[in-house]
């Protein structure tokens, strides 16, 4: 099942955000981010996934990853994330050679831990532009899990590393 990709209020909090600094605001997007949200990206696959019939995709063996990476002025580094088709349109890749998937943030988190390089994300990095840092993201999903500690939300990198075949 496609997981939803619905982020309009949390598009609008974003340019509310940009207007004037307001905790509520700021800790509605987090809660969004770590409760709800799911994102777009574009991946690379050394292999050609194999597209199953209930739209998942199975790897082959040793099929590597390569997600981008987007760099600030101070050459810090980010995973572009966005919040949907349009934001994803706005970035100048061609789509056609990249597959696109719909990650979490817990894939995000994932991601960060594996990479120590990299700094964080970065949300509509061609509009809204908005930067959440590693240390960030694993304490929104730290506060999610005391909160929720039974709200395991379904990650697309645990499936892709499970079926690898």
Not at 95 to 104: G, I, R
Not at 144 to 152: A, E, L, T, V, Y
Request: aromatic share 8%.
């Amino acid at each position: 099942m496609e997981p939803s990709l619905d982020n309009r209020q949390l598009e609008m909090l974003f340019d509310i955000a940009k207007e004037k600094e307001n905790n509520d605001v700021m800790e509605e997007i987090f809660r969004l981010i770590s409760e709800q949200a799911y994102f777009l990206t574009c991946v690379n696959f050394s292999k050609k996934p194999v597209i199953q019939k209930d739209g998942s995709l199975l790897l082959e063996k040793n099929t590597d990853i390569k997600f981008p990476l987007l760099a600030n002025s101070a050459k810090e580094t980010y995973y572009p994330a966005f919040s949907s088709r349009m934001e994803l349109d706005l970035w100048k890749q061609d789509l056609e050679k990249t597959t696109v998937l719909t990650l979490c943030i817990d894939d995000y988190v994932d991601l960060l831990r594996n990479d120590p390089s990299v700094s964080g994300i970065v949300i509509n990095p061609f509009n809204q532009s908005f930067i959440v840092s590693k240390e960030m993201l694993e304490h929104v999903l730290d506060v999610r899990h005391q909160n929720k500690p039974f709200d395991k939300r379904h990650t697309i990198l645990q499936d892709l590393q499970r079926g690898q075949k």
